[in-house]
């Protein structure tokens, strides 16, 4: 015979269940409720699977001094009571079908990648055909977002950078009293590579990461799809217009690069390789040829193509919950430097077989 | 504490929105084991009231007390510790899109509860059936489910502690009328079987009429009437005439 006492609520459970497990509770147990002051169903189905659990079904139970709320309490409790219960942790992964899951699903990203870039030609080539179609306002928007706002981050990390690339190339310059190259070494490297890669890979965390979220959270609010069914194309009233001032801002982000890094450099140059500005200035002149800086500038409209188009399909394509959008938005920003990188190791091979 | 004590007391609450006023004078009780509905026309700040009891947004003044705790003045360990006597279930569920089902009903329990482990999993179960789902779908995430179902799940989270009160913000709003009136019927179920006070903020006339036991209309900032249903039915104000003839509309054809 087991006497229940006072009040079984939930926040009692965790005292009571060891007790209620640590009894003997055989088939056919007489459980008595008269003195129960309170059951709330959380302890119901503790008494419930208890018994169970020691091979007692509820059903041969001898129930005795239930009544009222308790009772009410009870059966509803057995009605709703199941053993197919739910899994609170997935199992893990096997390691290989998982491995084979991300590769197969890293090709379907990058079909998906190229079918939005021929979407996002053909949008380009309407334009052409009808320029009002382009949404001036929000290409500016774009644009005071992707440029202007921008400068003073790129600014900043391209000046650490010159001051860094002449501080070390200094040292070693200095052993051999080649001081004065130390001007070839970051004219060309700021220009030629090291701009471009910083710059673009700044500019994937910043407008990159913000076109996902944007376009994302308009698709979770449904507004992608009131641009669809209001007759316009998305393509033209979002992607165009950050695709375009993208490419037109990386660009200039570069230059900005080029100028603030070897500004950095000629600030150390002075007092540590004793280069006076003037004397950078002149050598600078004579040893970095135009085509490094073209170089660079050149590639950098081609890194933001590819940032913005992942930027875009990522939130274009998110899934519709409030997850998906942070996974996309981590998403867009790996995606974008790695694409950036590999392009840029792509351009190196191809300027070397063009002899630039 | 005192067993007859209303659940939720709300004294002359104000609420200003720069210079809009939208609660001027709000008061009222709920009492324990029943199913209050809040009405009014749109941006009469039923949601905002909500919000204002379960202590997610102060009111300008007045006071509001959940359980005998006065959410806005109480020491905050006092209201933490309410806060787990009450389930609230938001307008669009509101459910962790980073979890499965099983696993959002269990967040509470694991929070707050200290339970044997052994007993989570069916303990979540039983908050599944209690709010009419299956335990196949403990294994869904959020963005697989119906609006319906997404609503239930969310149910079964609010009711994980056995809350003495439960708040819901438009629980049929966006269901179609066989699921709306099914899920009519579990919240009065949830009243009838658990006793749990409930206080719920609707613009569904069907629930007005079918399962409510005490009506509270506001309008114009106040408490316009705060009756049972077949009271409210019959007074004689512009707004109520209106809101209800739609009904005898229908039902004169």
Known sequence: ?356 | MNASAPAIEVEDVVTRFGEHRVHDGVSFAVRRGTLTAIIGASGTGKTVLLREIVGLQAPTAGRVRVLGTDMWAAPEAEVQAVKRRFGMMFQDGALFSSLTVAENVAVPLKEHGGLPAELLAPLVQLRLAQAGLEADAGAKMPSQLSGGMRKRAAIARALALEPEVLFLDEPTSGLDPTTARGFDRLVRDLVDQLGIAVLLVTHDLDTVLTVVDRLIVLADGRVLADAPPAEVVALDHPWIRAYFSVRTMLSQG
């Open chain 1, 1 to 356: 015979m087991l006497h229940l006492h006072g009040a079984w609520r939930l926040a009692a459970l965790p005292a009571l269940w060891p007790r209620l497990r640590a009894l003997p509770l055989a088939p056919g147990i007489a459980v008595d409720g008269s003195a129960l002051a309170e059951l709330d169903s959380a302890a119901a189905l503790a008494l419930l699977w208890a018994l169970q659990q020691a091979g007692a079904d509820p059903e041969r139970v001898d129930w005795r001094g239930f009544d009222g709320a308790p009772a009410r309490v009870l059966l509803d409790t057995a009605r709703r009571q199941s053993h197919r219960v739910p899994q609170l942790a997935l199992p893990p992964r096997p390691a290989l079908p998982a491995l084979g899951k991300e590769v197969l699903s890293l090709g379907h990203l990058l079909r998906g990648h190229l079918a939005f870039f021929g979407q996002t030609c053909a949008a380009f080539g309407a334009l052409l055909l009808r320029p009002r179609l382009l949404r001036v306002k929000e290409l500016f928007a774009q644009i005071q977002h992707c440029l202007v706002e921008a400068i003073p981050v790129v600014a900043l990390v391209t000046l650490l950078i010159g001051v860094t690339i002449a501080y070390l190339l200094g040292l070693q310059a200095e052993k051999y009293g080649a001081n004065i190259f130390v001007v070839d070494g970051v004219g060309i490297g700021m220009t030629r590579e090291f701009a471009p890669i910083i710059v673009a890979v700044i500019v994937a965390g910043r407008s990159g990461a913000a076109f996902t979220a944007q376009l994302g959270a308009m698709r979770l609010t449904e507004e992608i799809d009131a641009i669809r069914t209001l007759g316009l194309s998305p393509a033209q009233v979002l992607v165009v217009p950050r695709v375009l001032a993208l490419v037109l801002a990386l660009p200039l982000l570069v230059f900005v690069g080029d100028v603030v890094g070897i500004l950095g450099a000629m600030l150390v140059a002075d007092p540590m390789l004793g280069i006076t500005p003037a004397t950078f200035l002149e050598r600078l002149r004579g040893a970095l040829s135009l085509d490094h800086v073209w170089v660079g500038l050149g590639k950098a409209p081609v890194f933001a193509l590819a940032i913005a188009l992942i930027g875009c399909r990522m939130g274009m394509t998110v899934g519709r919950d409030t997850r998906a959008v942070g996974l996309a938005t981590t998403s867009t920003v790996v995606q974008s430097i790695v694409a950036v990188i590999l392009l840029d190791a792509a351009f190196a091979v191809l300027f070397q077989h063009l002899g630039i």
